[in-house]
């Protein structure tokens, strides 16, 4: 359908918001170009071409669907300077949308798998962090997400691979297929990393219902949730995320491309539904390389289908910094930077 126009000033005011991203994938940033050009230095041979495999990134049916194409598109991350240029490169285009907290996700086992060290992995993106904070001012930090698809045993040994890094390392997660690949399977590896001191967040509720939710809080003691939005199929659910303030991490042009919204929602774009219930929202991009937009492309998406305001981009904003896992004094500086957008203090 014809995607109705934003007013200038609230397409303005979008762009120009302080925003902290929570919800991406680095791996998910990979863009045709950038993919032919890592493959082209490390010898590999892709099929097709940039702009075939753009095509090929423009329908899915479902996550699985595409969580195919993602991890064939990983083969060409083999060196730390691959792994380097592919967290600079999103750094560098997430300043852009005036981004200035970004906690990101990284898939390590995919990496592994294919017999690349998780020390080459950690030690490229954390190396581009740095210079991205230097040359872009966005403070980014990474989130080690065990793939659900694979066994407890896999996930247990991922993590003490990741031990020597805890440094580098802000928090662990869960993602890849979740259907069938519940939350309390991962529930011993994500006790240990408690203990180890890393965050915890996971994906839950996006294509699985409001049961892996309730695993997610009460088996891995999630602080965040990933998606989330199956909760409003849980009246009960979606009360006690109100009151315990558990940030959801909203994806909208995900949930449409990979047809959440179409296949649980009637087609609704259901992200001020969520807020309106005083759901701690947030907006984010998931895995902009495959699903169409940026951060601010996600925020125009979300408000021009379902008639944001200032007031409610501001909060959604307010939201995103206040879910970080940023100090106390960092965040009262970020959300003072905020403030100066809020129209109606």
């Given at each position: ?97 005036n ?55 896999k ?23 979740e ?42 003691h ?8 199956q ?27 990979l ?60 939201n ?26």
């Amino acid at each position: 359908h014809m995607m109705a126009t934003l007013p200038n000033k609230l397409k303005i005011y979008i762009e120009n918001i302080p925003k902290a991203e929570l919800h991406i994938h680095i791996e998910g940033t990979l863009e045709p170009e950038l993919m032919f050009s890592l493959a082209k230095r490390n010898g590999i041979q892709l099929k097709g071409t940039v702009e075939s495999n753009r095509d090929k990134r423009k329908n899915f049916k479902n996550l699985q669907d595409f969580l195919d194409i993602y991890y064939e598109a990983c083969s060409v991350l083999l060196k730390e300077e691959d792994f380097y240029d592919l967290m600079y490169a999103y750094l560098h285009r997430a300043a852009e949308d005036n981004v200035f907290i970004a906690e990101i996700f990284f898939d390590p086992q995919t990496h592994t798998e294919r017999g690349v060290s998780i020390d080459i992995v950690i030690n490229g993106l954390h190396r581009a962090i740095i210079d991205g904070y230097r040359d872009f001012g966005i403070k980014g930090s990474l989130i080690l997400c065990f793939l659900r698809h694979l066994p407890l045993e896999k996930q247990l040994e991922t993590l003490a691979a990741a031990k020597p890094h805890l440094d580098k390392i802000l928090g662990v997660g869960l993602d890849s297929g979740e259907v069938g690949n519940q939350p309390h399977k991962f529930t011993e590896v994500f006790v240990e990393a408690s203990k180890l001191g890393l965050k915890i967040v996971a994906h839950a509720g996006e294509e699985g219902g409001p049961e892996y939710i309730y695993e997610a809080l009460d088996l891995l003691h999630a602080q965040r949730i990933d998606h989330g939005v199956q909760c409003l199929h849980d009246d009960k659910l979606v009360e006690r995320l109100v009151r315990d303030g558990i940030p959801l991490t909203v994806c909208p042009c995900s949930n449409d491309k990979l047809q959440v919204f179409s296949r649980y929602f009637s087609g609704q774009n259901i992200t001020k539904v969520l807020l309106d219930k005083g759901l701690k929202v947030t907006i984010n991009s998931d895995d902009p390389a495959y699903f169409g937009g940026y951060i601010t492309d996600n925020f125009i998406k979300a408000a021009v289908e379902t008639n944001m305001t200032e007031k409610d981009i501001y909060q959604i904003c307010l939201n995103a910094f206040n879910a970080t896992f940023l100090s106390l004094v960092d965040k009262d500086y970020y959300i003072r930077k905020l403030q100066q957008f809020n129209i109606n203090p």
